[in-house]
Structure formats: structure tokens, C-alpha cells
């Protein structure tokens, strides 16, 4: 994604929507939210985002997008241009891909590794409560799947395959949804579903703590790739007259309801195969641990989860060719060597890290960075997320509100349509996203330096 004079720009609204709605549609929406719905408490999680996703979610979308199409360059050069000492904004959020891409392709190499599993026909093995376990603890195999999936980006961002990728993605994915939907609607109607379902859908306000909310955001910057340049960039490719405030609510909705439905299918599995109690427990490995449950005791169910791990990793492929483009176009602009050097030293740059990660389930599993029982995946995944993000998204909201002016935004937001919401995205730009994220910041340093318990 070069800062060319003439930039190439997305096909009209559709081809807009669908570029951003593919990055947005990942691991985040099908392993990291409903792990974390489980954790915190379900409905009230549920219910946390959803508020958060049409309000500050819908600001800081519709600011990145006016930013990048005002501009027509990608983050650094957007904020440079705007003002010259926000550059830095730009170089925080480039930190974002950098850190996600490593343990994003471990979560991808354990996707590929549950593909082999159905096709060699282990799917009743996968069904038992150690597989999973076995699998991260151990050393090569882990490592083995996880090289296979950065190759897998690698190799098609070298050759420059994306739009095939993105082609058959198109495709895969109306298929991904239905079979998700028939999935859901196999677990809830299973006995036992409903007190999963319950505590699901059921906001239970006695578990509403500041942690909450600092997941909440985290995790809707990670889904919808917000606080991290990717949007800025995108904006850059959007034509003059497309409609900002409506695509910004295609994304949100397509993206936040496939989010929802994968909950749907996973978080009342576990109450169906292994009780209510274990929720809050929940880890990175749900999605791993509960699904080859529920293929197992499905008709057919051994082929349709080959399938539909055929499926998920064709959503994080989509994903992590984004990432690793976005990684390579950050060294391309500071280091004068050609494309296919750069798509290497990255390559083996995100094994290397991503080896922390991989690693921390096994022989590395004695460092727990942020108390008992985590792991390095969870700290890369936790100084993303909650740490960085949250920071972007801040100086964000004080650089539209107060340095450029929200102004500025809405102008761009103009050139194509009504600007319906114009109210309530100043407000939340303005006042209720920096003051909401400074408290959530600080109300969680406190809370892991164990200050305070909020
Ligand atoms: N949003 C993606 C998902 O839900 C993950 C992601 C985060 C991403 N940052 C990105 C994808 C940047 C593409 C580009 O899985």
C-alpha cells in the first residue's frame, strides 16, 4: 500500500464495504469473542458491546475512514500531513500489526492443525478433554502448524495471489456464516443449552467490573481493525462518493453479528458439554475445546467440522495476508530494499516472535506474564489490545476533537451524504471517548498492579 500520487480506489461502496468487512472478519469474531463473552460474564459482556460498537465504535470508525479518504495516505503519512506533530500517532498504531501478526498465525497454525485433524479422521480423538492441552504443550507440533500458516501468508503475499485468496474468500464466507448459523441453532437445541444460552444472552449485572469494559473495547478495536492504522488506509482507497456513515454500519453490523453468532454456537456448547461453571474460566482455547464436542455428537458432524475448519481458515488467511501487508508497507517506507527482501526478513521476524507464543503453552509455559495461569500469547495479546489500542484510540479522539477539529471529519463525511449522527459523533469524540478511555486505562493499571479491585 504505497503512498502513491494516484491511488488505485475500491470499486464503488459494495467493493468498499466488502475490502474492509473481509479484514474486519477473522479470528477475532470466531475465536476471540465468544472466549472472552464467556469470560466476562456473557450477556453483560454482550450487552457492553454492542453499546460501545454503535457509539465509540461507530466514531473512531467513521474519524479513521474521513482521515485516510481526506488525506489519500496511509496512517503516518494521514497524520503528518494533517499536523506535523502527531506523526507519532501514526508509529504507535504501526506497533499494533506488528505485535498481532505473530500470535494471530500461531492461532491460524492451530485452525490448519484441526484441519488434518478431521481429514485423518481423528475427529472423536479431538473430541476428548486432553487434545487440546496435549496439543499446545508440546513443542515441534505447534511450531510445525504455525510456520505452516506464516508460509501459507507469506508465500501469498510474495506471489501476489491476494485477489485469488480474496476471490475464493468471497465465496467461503456466505458459506462459513450458514454453516455457522447451523451449528448455533444444533447447540442451543441440545438439552442443557439454555442455561448456557442464559447466561449468554442474560446481562448479569453483579459481574459488570472496569475489566469488562476494558475487554469490551480491546476486543472491538481487534475485530472491526480500528486503533491501528488499518482503517486510515483503507479510507485512503475510498472514492469522493461513497457514503462513510452508512458503510461504517454495514461493517459494524456484519461484523459485530457474526461476532454474536459465534458466541451463539460456543459459549451454550459449553454448558452443553461441560457445565455453566467452567465459563468464566474460559481461555484462547474455547473455540478448540468446545466445537470437536459438538462435531462428535452431530450427524455427520466429522465432515462438516473438516469443513468448517476449511472455512475459518480461509477468514484468517484473509486476515493475515491484511496484517502482513500492512507490517511489509511499514518497512517499505523506511528501508530502501525491494518488496520480496522485505516479505522475508518480516516472514522470519513474525516466526521468530510468534515462536514466544507458540512456545508459552509448553516449555515456556513457567512465565506467566500477567498472573497464574497466563501466557505469553495472552500478554502479546493483552499489550495489544489493552494496552496500545486503547492509547491510539485516546490520542485519536483528542487530535479529531481538539487539533484538527471534529470539523474536519464531518466535511469529509458531507462530501457524499447526510451526516445523521453528527451530534453524537462529536460528543463521543470530543468528550465521553477521552475521558471513558482514560479511566478505563488508568482503572486497569491499578487493577493489574493490584492497587485496586474495580
Ligand atoms: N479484525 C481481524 C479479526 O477479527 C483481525 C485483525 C486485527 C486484522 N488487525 C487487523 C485483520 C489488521 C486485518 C488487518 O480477525
Redesign the pocket.
Known amino acids: 500500500m504505497e503512498e502513491t500520487k494516484k491511488r488505485s480506489t475500491f470499486s464503488g461502496k459494495l467493493g468498499f464495504v466488502l475490502a474492509a468487512a473481509g479484514?474486519?472478519?477473522?479470528?477475532?469474531?470466531l475465536w476471540?469473542f465468544p472466549y472472552l463473552a464467556a469470560k466476562y460474564g456473557g450477556g453483560i459482556f454482550l450487552l457492553v458491546y454492542v453499546l460501545l460498537a454503535v457509539t465509540f465504535g461507530f466514531a473512531l470508525m467513521v474519524a479513521e475512514i474521513a482521515i485516510g479518504r481526506k488525506t489519500g495516505l496511509s496512517v503516518v503519512g494521514a497524520y503528518k500531513k494533517l499536523n506535523k506533530k502527531w506523526a507519532f500517532v501514526g508509529y504507535i498504531s504501526a506497533a499494533?500489526?506488528i505485535i498481532?501478526l505473530p500470535y494471530?498465525s500461531v492461532i491460524g497454525g492451530w485452525v490448519t492443525k484441526y484441519i488434518g485433524t478431521y481429514v485423518s479422521g481423528q475427529g472423536t480423538a479431538a473430541a476428548n478433554a486432553d487434545y487440546f492441552s496435549n496439543f499446545i504443550s508440546g513443542t515441534w507440533q505447534p511450531i510445525i502448524w504455525f510456520g505452516i500458516f506464516v508460509l501459507a501468508t507469506a508465500l501469498i503475499v510474495i506471489f501476489g495471489v491476494e485477489k485469488g485468496v480474496e476471490r475464493v474468500s468471497k465465496v467461503m464466507m456466505p458459506i462459513l456464516v450458514v454453516l455457522t448459523i447451523g451449528i448455533a441453532v444444533y447447540v442451543i437445541t441440545r438439552p442443557g443449552a439454555s442455561e448456557g444460552l442464559k447466561y449468554y444472552l442474560v446481562p448479569d449485572f453483579s459481574q459488570l467490573t472496569s475489566k469488562t469494559f476494558l475487554a469490551a473495547i480491546g476486543q472491538l478495536f481487534?475485530?472491526?481493525?480500528l486503533a491501528?492504522g488499518?482503517m486510515v488506509t483503507y479510507g485512503s482507497y475510498m472514492k469522493k462518493d461513497v457514503n462513510i456513515e452508512n458503510s461504517v454500519f454495514q461493517i459494524e453490523m456484519f461484523?459485530s453479528g457474526f461476532a454474536l453468532l459465534a458466541g451463539l454456537m460456543i459459549v451454550p456448547g459449553v454448558a452443553v458439554f461441560s457445565g455453566v461453571e467452567d465459563l468464566n474460566a474460559s481461555g484462547p482455547g474455547l473455540m478448540f475445546q468446545v466445537l470437536p464436542q459438538v462435531f462428535d455428537n452431530m450427524p455427520g458432524g466429522h465432515v462438516i467440522g473438516g469443513l468448517f475448519f476449511v472455512l475459518v481458515l480461509f477468514a484468517?488467511l484473509t486476515?493475515s495476508i491484511?496484517?502482513m501487508e500492512?507490517v511489509v508497507s511499514i518497512f517499505q517506507d523506511k528501508v530502501k530494499l525491494p518488496r520480496r527482501v522485505i516479505v522475508i526478513l518480516v516472514t522470519i521476524g513474525t516466526f521468530l516472535i510468534g515462536l514466544l507464543s507458540s512456545l508459552g503453552f509448553g516449555v515456556l509455559s513457567f512465565i506467566e506474564p500477567l498472573g497464574e495461569g497466563t501466557s505469553l500469547l495472552d500478554f502479546f495479546d493483552f499489550i495489544s489490545n489493552s494496552v496500545i489500542m486503547p492509547i491510539v484510540a485516546l490520542l485519536t479522539s483528542i487530535f479529531v476533537g481538539y487539533v484538527v477539529k471534529t470539523k474536519l471529519v464531518s466535511d469529509e463525511v458531507k462530501l457524499s451524504s447526510k451526516f445523521h449522527f453528527e451530534k453524537m459523533f462529536v460528543v463521543m469524540i470530543k468528550y465521553i471517548a477521552p475521558i471513558g478511555l482514560v479511566l478505563i486505562l488508568v482503572s486497569s493499571v491499578l487493577n493489574t498492579l493490584g492497587i485496586v479491585t474495580i
Open positions: 479484514s474486519a472478519v477473522g479470528l477475532g469474531n476471540r499494533v500489526p498481532i494471530y481487534y475485530s472491526l481493525s491501528m488499518i461484523d484468517a486476515s491484511s496484517l500492512t
